[in-house]
């Protein structure tokens, strides 16, 4: 089973901004994935293995930014313009299928791996 590792998340106000980390190989495309207390499961962002494919859910898009350092084995999200919706514990991720592509998106679906999550709260 892959490792991965997510860091990064914090309290922070609405309108600020946070970036999280998640250390994962390189040779999966990666999701980021939410859950909120009484919410389902979404879906954030996903890149591909390269980096040159991204998807976002409709709630971040415009928000979010994806990225990763292949170098580092690193994958990150940007988050600006944080809202009370936000507030989530974040896990990064890789699916059970297509693991080296994004697609299908949005992907709400069950993962392979994940991380311990890290919990981002957005609160004044």
């Known amino acids: 089973q892959l490792q991965l590792v997510e860091s990064g998340g914090g309290l922070v106000q609405p309108g600020g901004s946070l970036r999280l980390s998640c250390a994962a190989s390189?040779?999966?495309?990666i999701v980021w994935f939410r859950q909120a207390p009484g919410k389902e499961r979404e879906g954030v962002s996903c890149?591909?293995?390269?980096?040159?494919?991204?998807n976002y859910a409709d709630s971040v898009e415009g928000r979010f930014t994806i990225s990763r350092d292949n170098a580092k084995n690193r994958v990150y999200l940007q988050m600006n313009s944080l809202k009370p919706e936000d507030t989530a514990i974040y896990y990064c991720?890789?699916?059970?299928?297509?693991?080296?592509?994004?697609?299908?998106?949005?992907?709400?679906?069950?993962?392979?791996?994940w991380g311990q999550g890290t919990r981002v709260t957005v609160s004044s």
């Open positions: 390189r040779f999966y495309a």
């Open positions: 890149i591909s293995p390269s980096g040159g494919s991204t």
């Open positions: 991720g890789v699916k059970t299928t297509l693991q080296t592509m994004c697609a299908p998106w949005p992907y709400n679906y069950e993962y392979a791996s």
